[in-house]
C-alpha cells in the first residue's frame, strides 16, 4: 500500500522552469517504479516519465525528453520532476504514479496521487 501527494505546480510563462515533487508514505517505497502522467482538459491521460527502483534507468515520452528530468530520493519517499522550457502544450494536472514494475499505459499503476495544476502562458 502506497499513498502520494504531490506539489510544486503554479503557473509559470513559456520557457520557465517548475519542480514537482511527489511524497509517498506506506510500506517499500524503494521496490516501486515511480511515474509521472499529465492529463490536459478534454484529453487522455498520458505518460510523462519513469524512473526504476534504483534511480538507475529512467524514460522519458519523447515530447519531454531533454527538457525534463525525474529523479528519486529513496531515502525521502520523494520523486521528483524538473521541468524547464516549458511550453503552454505542457499545462496539465501532473499526476504521480506508483507500481510494481515498468508500465506507459496508465490504467497498470496501482497508485495514484491527487494531482497538482501546471499551467504555461503565453
Known amino acids: 500500500q502506497v499513498q502520494l501527494v504531490e506539489s510544486g505546480g503554479g503557473l509559470v510563462q513559456t520557457g520557465g522552469s517548475l519542480r514537482l515533487s511527489c511524497v509517498a508514505s506506506?510500506?517499500?517505497?524503494?521496490?516501486?517504479?515511480m511515474a509521472w502522467f499529465r492529463q490536459a482538459p478534454g484529453k487522455e491521460r498520458e505518460f510523462v516519465s519513469a524512473?526504476?527502483?534504483?534511480?538507475?534507468?529512467?524514460y522519458y515520452a519523447g515530447s519531454v525528453r531533454d527538457r525534463f528530468t525525474i529523479s528519486r530520493d529513496n531515502a525521502k519517499n520523494t520523486v521528483y520532476l524538473q521541468m524547464n522550457s516549458l511550453q503552454p502544450e505542457d499545462s496539465a494536472v501532473y499526476f504521480c504514479a506508483a507500481d510494481m514494475d515498468w508500465g506507459t499505459d496508465s490504467a497498470k499503476y496501482d497508485y495514484w496521487g491527487q494531482g497538482t495544476q501546471v499551467t504555461v502562458s503565453s
Open positions: 506506506g510500506r517499500s517505497f524503494g521496490d516501486y517504479v
Open positions: 524512473i526504476n527502483w534504483s534511480g538507475g534507468s529512467a
